[in-house]
């Protein structure tokens, strides 16, 4: 039974003057209804430009090259801008990493956000628009806003970057919508907003099986709200599977991020960090691109890029998968 989101096989290329450089290269997975998935990885890596082609909103000098999107049964690669806009916002939703930029500045946060819903099909009407009002007051309380009605008339100037952030999620979910893609929901948040931002995505995955895109740099946010997770490395999909198993990785760039982690039974200790640097979208690898950095690497690892190997309801892209942490 496919999923409701199926992604095939999905290239992007950057434009670069002349050049096109592939920055997301053959990445395919899939996301269930009602289902909490998470993407990991370093910044840089083509998390946030495979949500933006999911949702259709790819920059100017981004291309989707190949593959399919598949959403509900409706192929997006093959819809246009005026099609798209029937589902932006009404059935596929996103949480912007970069809010300052995604909140109009000459707008008040609570028409912004009321106007998620007017314009995904709620009626305009005098007694609707109280409604909608009232739904949006509702929200920010939810949120943790402690005078939501104040806030409602605030500009964003007027807000901190950690309350434009809750109120660029209260736009994104107020609609309810089937697919969530929560780029670093949480990364500008205190630890008590961070737990209500996502403690709210899971009672709407819940209430409304929504089916939610975690991506985040945190680890322990994935391994505590997702059911599933996927690791992503130079554009590619490198290791997949159940979010339990999060912490006992088979490729050796996973094993490399668990053993970054900071924790009480590494105190007094030097913080493992993974030697050398994330590739350039412009370095061509003809293998692995973590084997420049990884200790296990040999000559296939330069030489062809692994196959899949199934584990557990997971799988994971690697020549030689396993053998404890690398940095561990």
């Given at each position: 039974?496919?999923?409701?989101?199926?992604?095939?096989?999905?290239?992007?290329?950057?434009?670069?003057?002349?050049?096109?450089?592939?920055?997301?290269?053959?990445?395919?997975?899939?996301?269930?209804?009602?289902?909490?998935?998470?993407?990991?990885?370093?910044?840089?890596?083509?998390?946030?430009?495979?949500?933006?082609?999911?949702?259709?909103?790819?920059?100017?000098?981004?291309?989707?090259?190949?593959?399919?999107?598949?959403?509900?049964?409706?192929?997006?690669?093959?819809?246009?801008?005026?099609?798209?806009?029937?589902?932006?916002?009404?059935?596929?939703?996103?949480?912007?990493?970069?809010?300052?930029?995604?909140?109009?500045?000459?707008?008040?946060?609570?028409?912004?956000?009321?106007?998620?819903?007017?314009?995904?099909?709620?009626?305009?009407?005098?007694?609707?628009?109280?409604?909608?009002?009232?739904?949006?007051?509702?929200?920010?309380?939810?949120?943790?806003?402690?005078?939501?009605?104040?806030?409602?008339?605030?500009?964003?100037?007027?807000?901190?970057?950690?309350?434009?952030?809750?109120?660029?999620?209260?736009?994104?979910?107020?609609?309810?919508?089937?697919?969530?893609?929560?780029?670093?929901?949480?990364?500008?948040?205190?630890?008590?907003?961070?737990?209500?931002?996502?403690?709210?995505?899971?009672e709407m995955n819940r209430e409304h099986k929504t089916a939610v895109l975690i991506i985040s740099h945190d680890?322990?946010?994935?391994?505590?709200?997702?059911?599933?997770?996927?690791?992503?490395?130079?554009?590619?999909?490198?290791?997949?599977?159940?979010?339990?198993?999060?912490?006992?990785?088979?490729?050796?760039?996973?094993?490399?991020?668990?053993?970054?982690?900071?924790?009480?039974?590494?105190?007094?200790?030097?913080?493992?960090?993974?030697?050398?640097?994330?590739?350039?979208?412009?370095?061509?690898?003809?293998?692995?691109?973590?084997?420049?950095?990884?200790?296990?690497?040999?000559?296939?690892?330069?030489?062809?890029?692994?196959?899949?190997?199934?584990?557990?309801?997971?799988?994971?892209?690697?020549?030689?998968?396993?053998?404890?942490?690398?940095?561990?």
């Amino acid at each position: 039974m496919p999923g409701l989101l199926e992604v095939s096989n999905l290239q992007i290329a950057l434009k670069k003057g002349d050049k096109t450089i592939n920055a997301v290269d053959n990445v395919s997975f899939s996301i269930n209804e009602g289902e909490i998935a998470g993407l990991a990885g370093e910044t840089g890596c083509g998390k946030t430009l495979t949500a933006l082609s999911v949702a259709g909103l790819l920059p100017q000098k981004a291309k989707i090259l190949g593959g399919e999107i598949i959403f509900g049964g409706r192929r997006l690669t093959s819809l246009n801008e005026k099609d798209y806009c029937g589902i932006r916002g009404k059935e596929i939703s996103m949480i912007f990493q970069e809010v300052r930029q995604s909140l109009n500045p000459l707008i008040k946060v609570g028409r912004q956000i009321r106007e998620a819903l007017e314009l995904n099909g709620v009626s305009t009407n005098i007694a609707e628009g109280k409604n909608n009002k009232r739904r949006t007051v509702e929200m920010l309380f939810r949120l943790g806003f402690d005078e939501p009605k104040k806030i409602y008339n605030a500009y964003p100037h007027q807000l901190s970057g950690g309350m434009c952030q809750l109120i660029m999620s209260a736009i994104a979910v107020i609609t309810n919508p089937r697919l969530l893609l929560a780029d670093e929901p949480s990364s500008s948040l205190d630890a008590q907003a961070q737990e209500r931002i996502l403690s709210m995505l899971v009672e709407m995955n819940r209430e409304h099986k929504t089916a939610v895109l975690i991506i985040s740099h945190d680890l322990s946010v994935i391994r505590s709200f997702c059911s599933r997770f996927l690791v992503m490395y130079a554009g590619k999909i490198v290791e997949e599977g159940r979010a339990d198993a999060l912490y006992s990785p088979l490729h050796p760039y996973t094993q490399a991020l668990i053993g970054a982690i900071p924790g009480r039974d590494k105190r007094g200790r030097n913080l493992a960090n993974i030697p050398g640097k994330v590739p350039s979208v412009e370095d061509n690898f003809t293998g692995c691109p973590f084997a420049p950095r990884c200790i296990k690497a040999q000559n296939i690892c330069v030489k062809s890029f692994p196959g899949a190997v199934e584990n557990g309801g997971g799988k994971v892209f690697c020549h030689f998968p396993g053998g404890g942490n690398q940095n561990g």
